[in-house]
């Protein structure tokens, strides 16, 4: 599995950190969890709903799962992320196909 967090996120939990009268270390990532393929149909759904979803062998060092254990932020700080994972994927999408000049 693996986690996302979109930047304004981890932006506001740096400086939440920095800010707070607590010392870390705060782990400030997005405890949401998605399979490689939950992320795929996210991403296909988003970006492009007729692309095909390929299959590919693991590496044999991957960490199967990536799940960062928020608590203490939470707890001493306040903090947690706020973006969904689809919603930060829309975002990245409209800001890059302004940037290339891309219509959707």
């Not at 707070?20 to 270390?25: A, E, K, R, V």
């Not at 947690?80 to 891309?102: S, Y």
Request: glycine residues 8%; aromatic residues 6%; charged residues 30%.
């Amino acid at each position: 599995t693996r986690s996302f967090q979109y930047i304004s996120d981890l932006i506001d939990g740096i400086i939440t950190v920095m800010e707070g009268d607590h010392i870390g270390p705060f782990n400030i990532g997005n405890p949401g969890e998605f399979t490689m393929l939950e992320l795929a149909q996210v991403v296909k759904e988003v970006v492009n709903p007729e692309a095909e979803i390929a299959f590919r062998e693991n590496t044999s060092d991957d960490p199967g799962k990536r799940k960062p254990d928020i608590t203490k932020a939470k707890t001493m700080l306040g903090w947690e992320p706020k973006v969904a994972l689809k919603d930060g994927l829309k975002e990245m999408v409209t800001d890059f196909r302004k940037r290339l000049n891309l219509k959707k």
